[in-house]
């Protein structure tokens, strides 16, 4: 008699296609059965996986298909159609074909006019017909999550005792539940993800402003992540700040953490981050008071003033026994703390907070504590609050400059003495070195006094070319070179006589060759050509601008050779080519990665800043570009071809020139124009290949068929619209921060500013892509739209790699 009365009730019961909503009434069948969300975004209806039916919810709108929720993970339908209706209660239920329950919503209450709604934001929720209000959902199903972690869905303790969290899938093709939980912790201030009860990785605490121990959660202008906890629930959400680009994160079957972001212009989902990014994410790699470094080998090394508990252990790179303090604590006033700056504060375990003390009540309250054995700011934004810990200090990881936060840690006093001690070193030191410098001074000035002499000695004689461009005057004698001659027939040998076979490419300056020195060293020969545009005076300024240069982002040169009408440069051997290669070639596979890209614009970034800046001379390379940064074996920057450079005094700042150098697309305004040059020629030349960096795309040349902008111009039309994440190169396959990329877009923007004034210095550069602070605005870039520079002139030019390189232009 029931299975007949269910009978009937199906049979009056009529189906919905298209519609956002299903009443009382209604039904969903499989057999093509869908409702839609109001703006056409989500659909929910049945799907298949390999020969299995299951009832869900995927994207419509965008990556049609893509699924973001399953009901009946546990119990796939087999070979028989399903359908889902309300039960008596209020409830969904969906049933196979022989009429048995698979899988049910059930409500918090009875209600009379129940009705099931699909929300724009795909979250699937069973309310009163007459009532709209979110607090009163009967049922939803972001409260039942499966792997997708969704805008505006919230992970942790809700109010009426429900308890929200993802799990994985067990495999790619199978959506019932996998090994893997991300969920809020026990502690209520920390994301995990857990195995088996295991934790395998974790973020931090929050801190006022976010859980920043993991990197997909640091401020960007895409989505922003809060966090709230009151004494009715605890959790975390995100919403999106840009409704244009829609972003979604996913456990997956290995574990994994990944965030994806939707491009429309390759209509596929982009990988922005994982987590764990690295082995350091890895929870407790470095047992306790142990700390995991990324950039060390190996990772793990005791805090300072900590010494390893199983030294033979620890050395055979088994760090599970952790660290101990080298000098025990004595607890009854003989202890102190000490501030260990830009880590990932350690587990919270074992903690307590307190959120109205001032830091200095926080280190009185937590040294009276015997078990006290750290404490950190709760809230970085108001300075008020403090995390305490007790017992071992659990998975920190340091960061380098940005990520990380203080925390002051128990130590014995006499760890304080020693510090005392090496503040005094410092002093020392420091008092030394400014003997040294003053004793350099002097030295300087007797060396400015003899080459002044020597210079009008050789002036009377007519032997001197001055001239106002180049980095030195040229001595034809060859004097004060500080770097070794090489025989040409060492160099002749050293190339196999200089074989095409072993010729590397060719630039303005002429051909380079491959070539291995007797003791096996590699180097690489640049021969200047007799065809050459460039000549002698561009030789000698590169020859004694770089000799007196060291950075490991300049290429290093190794000596010269002059033999009758040869001129040669021999520097080291750069195996992975010039950064253009990768850029605007189509074999890139070793820029695939996001984090080499951003590594490299680090890198060339700090190389300008010790050229402007922090080496023996002030250089102006006045030729920055891709094909002049060199890459070395591990893919590190280096800049190259400083030919075209100009050493300023130590109060000049800028200078004016008739003989314009340089390359089309890379040359500031003030300089293509009025032959104005200054350091913020070269930062405007850095943001234009920053904006080639992250979307694979020339500036010279660049086009699109929606306008006729060139690539900074198309630049700043996205980063107005709020479409940034178009401008990425669809190679980079993995992008691990996504607040590095646009960031480094913002920069690059900032540096190519019109008005020199506008732009950045390269200290400035450098500490934005390296912190996490506000930027400012950027203006309209110069050279907004791709124009002829230089109308009814004809400039003596050379190609060099596609680019179109100024040699000598006199400026109007």
């Not at 918090?108 to 009705?115: A, D, K, M």
Request: glycine share 8%; proline share 4%; with cysteine.
């Amino acid at each position: 008699m029931e299975i007949l009365i269910i009978l009937l009730f199906a049979f009056f019961l009529t189906s919905v296609t298209a519609l956002d909503t299903m009443s009382a009434t209604q039904s969903i069948r499989d057999g093509g059965d869908t409702i839609v969300s109001a703006d056409g975004s989500f659909e929910m209806g049945f799907f298949s996986i390999n020969s299995y039916r299951y009832l869900g919810v995927w994207f419509k709108k965008i990556s049609d298909g893509t699924v973001v929720w399953v009901a009946n993970r546990q119990i796939p339908l087999s070979n028989s159609p399903g359908l889902l209706q309300f039960d008596n209660r209020g409830g969904l239920i969906l049933l196979n074909q022989e009429n048995f329950t698979i899988w049910s919503a059930d409500t918090s209450r009875p209600v009379q006019t129940p009705i099931a709604q699909l929300l724009d934001s795909g979250n699937f929720v069973i309310r009163d017909e007459t009532d709209v209000d979110p607090e009163n959902y009967l049922w939803q199903s972001f409260h039942h999550p499966d792997r997708t972690f969704m805008p505006g869905m919230k992970i942790g303790r809700l109010a009426g005792g429900v308890e929200v969290h993802a799990t994985s899938w067990k495999s790619k093709d199978d959506p019932s539940e996998g090994e893997f939980i991300y969920r809020l912790h026990s502690s209520a201030l920390q994301l995990i993800i857990e195995s088996k009860s295991v934790i395998i990785g974790r973020s931090r605490p929050w801190n006022g402003i976010g859980p920043s121990g993991l990197p997909y959660l640091k401020k960007n202008p895409i989505f922003h992540y809060s966090f709230v906890m009151n004494e009715n629930e605890t959790y975390y959400t995100f919403e999106l700040v840009n409704k244009l680009v829609f972003t979604r994160v996913v456990l997956n079957e290995n574990g994994v953490l990944n965030r994806y972001a939707w491009i429309d212009r390759t209509q596929k989902w982009q990988r922005i981050s994982s987590v764990p990014a690295d082995n350091c994410d890895t929870y407790n790699t470095c047992g306790a008071d142990g700390s995991c470094d990324i950039t060390n080998t190996p990772l793990c090394s005791c805090l300072n003033r900590f010494v390893p508990k199983l030294e033979n252990n620890w050395y055979a790179a088994d760090w599970s026994g952790g660290c101990v303090r080298r000098t025990p604590l004595y607890c009854q006033g003989g202890d102190r703390f000490i501030k260990y700056s830009s880590i990932k504060l350690p587990d919270m375990i074992n903690h307590s907070t307190n959120s109205n003390l001032t830091m200095e009540e926080c280190e009185m309250f937590c040294l009276k504590d015997c078990s006290c054995m750290a404490y950190a700011s709760s809230n970085v934004v108001t300075g008020r609050g403090c995390y305490f810990w007790f017992g071992d200090l659990i998975d920190i990881k340091q960061f380098k400059e940005d990520g990380g936060q203080d925390i002051f840690i128990r130590m014995a006093f006499s760890e304080l003495d020693e510090s005392s001690s090496l503040k005094k070193s410092r002093v020392l030191v420091a008092t030394l070195v400014s003997s040294a410098a003053t004793f350099l001074l002097i030295l300087c000035i007797c060396l400015f006094i003899r080459n002044q002499r020597r210079k009008q000695k050789k002036n009377a004689q007519g032997k001197w070319e001055n001239n106002a461009d180049e980095c030195y005057s040229i001595d034809n004698h060859e004097e004060d070179i500080e770097l070794p001659h090489f025989d040409f027939i060492v160099v002749a040998r050293a190339t196999n006589n200089f074989s095409l076979d072993g010729m590397l490419g060719e630039g303005g300056f002429g051909p380079v060759y491959k070539g291995m020195l007797r003791d096996g060293q590699e180097v690489a020969v640049k021969r200047l050509s007799k065809e050459s545009r460039q000549g002698f005076h561009e030789f000698m300024n590169e020859l004694k601008c770089i000799a007196k240069l060291q950075h490991r982002n300049l290429v290093k040169l190794l000596g010269y050779c002059i033999y009758l009408d040869e001129r040669m440069l021999i520097y080291e051997y750069m195996p992975n080519k010039s950064l253009d290669y990768y850029i605007f070639d189509d074999n890139r596979g070793k820029l695939r990665d996001w984090n080499v890209r951003f590594c490299i614009i680090i890198g060339i970034s700090r190389g300008l800043l010790y050229l402007h800046q922090d080496s023996r001379l002030r250089i102006i390379h006045r030729d920055i570009k891709l094909s002049n940064i060199l890459l070395d074996k591990e893919m590190n920057p280096k800049i190259s071809d400083f030919g075209m450079a100009r050493i300023f005094g130590g109060n000049e700042t800028a200078a004016n020139t008739k003989r314009v150098v340089g390359t089309y697309g890379y040359m500031s305004p003030e300089y293509a124009f009025d032959g104005l040059f200054s350091m913020k020629s070269d930062v405007f030349s850095y943001g234009v290949l920053v904006l080639e960096i992250i979307s694979g795309q020339r500036n010279r040349g660049f086009t699109h068929p929606d306008h006729e902008l060139n690539l900074l111009g198309h630049t700043w039309k996205l980063f107005k619209e709020g479409r940034q994440l178009e401008l990425i190169d669809e190679l980079v396959t993995e992008i691990c921060n996504l607040s590095e990329v646009l960031r480094a877009m913002h920069v690059g923007l900032l540096c190519v500013q019109h008005n020199p004034e506008d732009r950045p210095n390269m200290s400035s550069v450098v500490l934005m892509l390296s912190s996490e602070g506000p930027l400012r605005e950027p203006k309209e870039p110069g050279f907004f739209a791709e124009r002829k520079l230089f109308e009814g002139e004809s400039p003596q030019t050379h190609d060099s790699v596609n680019e179109l390189t100024i040699t000598t232009i006199d400026v109007r």
